[in-house]
């Protein structure tokens, strides 16, 4: 006798329910991530610019803060940028918490940090 091969529909909706929920986790993950990927960027470009080699901190923030505006991305501002020299580079590292709400009380918290140094 052949053994019948497949997924039973039970399997099936568990599989369907479980799918549903990480794509729903990660529609909710994927914006943050994307602010993230855009922050670096930002940074990168705001420590390389050789408009602001010469310039002080608050200058190199307030550029900063124009790019976010570009990009609309509000989860860091020039404020929260560590801003050194290393000779004559200027090397710019970040660390911010973001919170994600999921479902009712259960949030999902992702600690993000980056640096313009390669």
């Known amino acids: 006798m052949d053994r019948q091969r497949g997924i039973t529909l039970s399997g099936l909706l568990i599989t369907a329910i479980v799918l549903a929920i990480l794509g729903g986790v990660a529609l909710k993950i994927l914006p943050e991530v ?41 989860g860091i501002s020039g404020s929260d940028l560590d801003i050194t020299r290393q000779g004559s580079e200027i090397v710019i590292t970040f660390a911010y918490t973001k919170k994600i709400p999921l479902f009712r009380n259960v949030s999902l918290v992702i600690d993000f940090e980056g640096s313009s140094a390669k």
């Open 34 to 74: 994307m602010d993230y990927f855009t922050i670096v960027k930002d940074v990168k470009a705001t420590a390389q610019d050789p408009a602001l080699r010469e310039s002080t901190p608050a200058d190199i923030r307030r550029a900063f803060d124009r790019r976010l505006q570009l990009e609309y991305v509000t």
